[in-house]
T-cell receptor, first 114, second 115 residues
Framework: QKEVEQNSGPLSVPEGAIASLNCTYS??????FFWYRQYSGKSPELIMS????GDKEDGRFTAQLNKASQYVSLLIRDSQPSDSATYLC??????????????FGTGTLLAVQP | DGGITQSPKYLFRKEGQNVTLSCEQN?????MYWYRQDPGQGLRLIYY???????QKGDIAEGYSVSREKKESFPLTVTSAQKNPTAFYLC??????????????FGSGTQLSVL
């Protein structure tokens, strides 16, 4: 089982619709969860972080975390063509000794159709 | 402007050659990282450094080497021992090593290709 799993997509949604991106993780004690957006050929940029169960909203973005189900999601409301990108889920997991390490999923490609 | 600068943007390596990717940050961050990204895959950790003159292997360190002589700089050398070096390389930094809530700031990346 991969440590962080995402559907690679592409996920195609019409402009103005809600895009729902999902991520599952394997380490039950993980405490920190991040969503990065990456445009083709560019570096990832952080768009959301979430640390406790429930929803966290920031503008058109909502992150949802369910630690019991080991599941984190990202909702994008009123999707715009400029939202078309790959969305990477990242989870902070136990590494060797006392360290943690950030594990990335393979990313979901989102295509918003005008 | 504060940020992370990677150079060059594109790099070509001949067989048997070592090449070095540059990463400089002026964010005063303690921790720096190198990731590799292959098409359709997530980011994989190569090396990281929590403090000057110290660095640790990540998940795919074989065929790579790093140094951390200055807080601002964390160059990555892709050696001839790395048989499949073609990938997009990303340097990142954070104020401290990845504790439970640290966020990463990324450079713009270097695309390395084999001639």
């Amino acid at each position: 089982q991969k440590e962080v799993e995402q559907n690679s997509g592409p996920l195609s949604v019409p402009e103005g619709a809600i895009a729902s991106l999902n991520c599952t993780y394997s380490d039950r004690v993980s405490q920190s969860f991040f969503w990065y957006r990456q445009y083709s050929g560019k570096s990832p940029e952080l768009i959301m972080s979430i640390y406790s169960n429930g929803d966290k909203e920031d503008g058109r973005f909502t992150a949802q975390l369910n630690k019991a189900s080991q599941y984190v999601s990202l909702l994008i409301r009123d999707s715009q063509p400029s939202d078309s990108a790959t969305y990477l889920c990242a989870v902070n997991m136990r590494g060797g000794g006392a360290t943690n390490k950030l594990i990335f999923g393979t990313g979901t490609l989102l295509a918003v159709q005008p | 402007d504060g940020g992370i600068t990677q150079s060059p943007k594109y790099l070509f390596r001949k067989e048997g050659q070592n090449v070095t990717l540059s990463c400089e940050q002026n964010l005063n961050h303690d921790a720096m990282y190198w990731y590799r990204q292959d098409p359709g895959q997530g980011l994989r950790l190569i090396y990281y450094s929590q403090i000057v003159n110290d660095f640790q292997k990540g998940d795919i360190a074989e065929g790579y080497s790093v140094s951390r002589e200055k807080k601002e700089s964390f160059p990555l050398t892709v050696t001839s021992a790395q048989k499949n070096p073609t990938a997009f390389y990303l340097c990142a930094s954070s104020p401290q090593h990845q504790g439970t809530s640290e966020k990463l700031f990324f450079g713009s990346g270097t695309q390395l290709s084999v001639l």
